[in-house]
Structures are given as C-alpha cells and as structure tokens.
C-alpha cells in the first residue's frame, strides 16, 4: 500500500509530536501546522522549545499550538507530561512517539535503566499508556510511532536487556527498534476494536544530529552515505500521510517505509517475544495493560 500525501486540512485534530524541535519531528510539525491541525508539542529544552512555538504560530492555520517541556528518559517527567496534556486536551487523534537517542556509551535514565532502552522503547509505551482513553475519546485515532529499518539487525537480550554486561551503542540502539515493532504490533492487538490504531514507520535514510554524535566505523559509514540520504522534510513525509490520511483510518498493526506498507524482520513478527517484552515493559514502568 502506497499513499501520496495530499492538502488534506486537519482542524479538528489534535495531534502530539515528541520530539517536535529537530529532525523529522520538527518538518513535520510544520507541515502538520500549515494544514490547520491542533499541535501538542514536546520538547526537552525550554529555549528551543520556545524557539519552536512562534515558529509554528506564524504558520499555524489552526488552533494555537501548545508547547510541553519534558524529559522523556524521565518516567516521572512522563507522568507529568501526560497529566499537562490532560488539562489542555479532552481527546487526542494522533500520538506520534518521534523522540529517539543513539548512546555510544552507557548511561542510565532516572531510574537506573539503560537510556536508549529508556527513551526509545519504554518513553513511547509509558506515554501511549497514559494517554490511551484520551486517544479512545478521539477515534479513530491512532499511534504512530517511528522506528527505523535497523530493527532488522537487533535482537530482544532479556539476559542483558539493559547492558550491564557488554554494552554497544549501535547494538542498543538496534534492539529498542526491534522494541518498537514488538510494541506496535502487540499494541495494535490489544486496541482492536477501540477505534485506534497503531502503526510504525520507517522515514528512510534520514540526514540527522542523531546519526551525527557516531564515532569510528559507523560515523565513516554515515558520513559516506549522507550525500544519499533524505532531508528531514522527505523523511517527515510518511509522518504526515499516516496522521492526515482518511484512507489509513482503520489501517492497524502495519509497517510503513517511506511511503510504503511493508514487512518487517520475521523476529518482528514473534508474538510470544512481542507479550514477553510488554509484560517486562509494564513491570518497568510501574503499569497495567490498557
């Protein structure tokens, strides 16, 4: 399935972008904030976050955009986040879990979790979870959330789930978009019958400051590929047409790259992998199943 992004107008949605002051994430706001969408904005750093709400009221052809400041490798700031966004919204359409980090070197998140692991996998479950009825008062609504074709090569160590052990950047980063995957696709069982969706995308080869903070084997491999990759507005491009398109209302459980319905790696697929993760994801977090 392919869909070319069109001026579909969006007032009466309200949409959430993590991660909404670089990248992809920020070339989505804007074009999300051109067609007239109710955008709920997170960012980490208040002075680009600032910097980021008059950039998007002068293009805003909606409702006024609302900026959240949140530390997402933070569950306790996550928690936070989600009851701000209880009081200004009633109802959600679009949750887009676009924040992500690559550590090269260990580190832990407040409470004490690897935070690639913390960030990338268990920030979108925690939050998806918290927000979960406001979705449901939106339906159809749907998750999306941005993962990246790197899943292919990583692999779910509930061993050394946090790298205590032997800790590679690049391997950590890998496993939290296999993480992705396993979320979405148990997520999107766990949904049916809400009227919300959950899909993940693949923006493609995007030239970003995540890939740029890369050292020795990998940042020479990036560096050579980066006159081939996208722009941050190409790769914002399948953000956009699954949170505008109609035709993807009832569209659940699926891939997405680039543009494109696509399959992911066979592990991917792994629901008993898939039920083991959400169940340690929810002891992590102090959660129950929505």
């Known amino acids: ?18 991660g909404a002051t670089s990248g992809i994430g920020l070339a989505a706001t ?26 998007i009221k002068s293009l805003a052809r909606g409702a006024s955009p609302h900026l959240f400041l949140a530390d997402l ?27 992500g980090v690559l550590c090269l070197q260990r580190q832990l ?16 479950f925690l939050l998806t979870h918290l927000l979960t009825d406001l979705l449901a008062a939106g339906a159809p609504a749907c998750v999306l959330t941005v993962g990246s074709d790197v899943h292919r090569v990583g692999r779910i160590d509930f061993d050394d789930l946090q790298g205590e052990r032997r800790y590679r950047g690049f391997h950590a980063y890998a496993q939290s978009k296999l993480a992705n995957l396993l979320f979405t696709y148990e997520l999107s069982r766990k949904l049916t019958g809400s009227g919300v969706t959950a899909n993940c995308l693949h923006p493609g080869a995007v030239n970003t400051g995540l890939w740029r903070q890369s050292r020795g084997l990998l940042r020479l491999a990036m560096k050579a590929i980066a006159p081939f990759c996208l722009s941050p507005e190409e790769g914002s491009r399948g953000i956009v047409m699954l949170a505008a398109s109609p035709e993807l209302e009832k569209v659940s459980g699926k891939y997405f790259k680039k543009m494109r319905e696509a399959r992911s790696s066979t592990s991917s697929y792994d629901e008993g992998t898939a039920r083991r993760l959400w169940e340690l994801s929810a002891s992590l977090t102090k959660t129950s199943p929505p």
């Open 73 to 99: 490798s933070s569950q306790s700031s996550i928690r936070d986040l989600a009851t701000q966004i209880r009081r200004s919204a009633q109802r959600l359409h679009v949750l887009v879990n676009n924040a």
């Open 30 to 55: 804007r074009e999300l904030a051109r067609r007239g969408a109710s955008l709920l904005l997170v960012a980490r750093d208040r002075s680009r976050g600032e910097a980021l709400l008059s950039e």
């Open 109 to 124: 998140s407040a409470e004490g979790l690897e935070m690639t692991f913390a960030v990338n996998h268990l920030a979108p």
């Open 1 to 18: 399935m392919s869909t070319t992004p069109s001026s579909t107008p969006l007032q009466d949605r309200v949409i959430l972008i993590t």
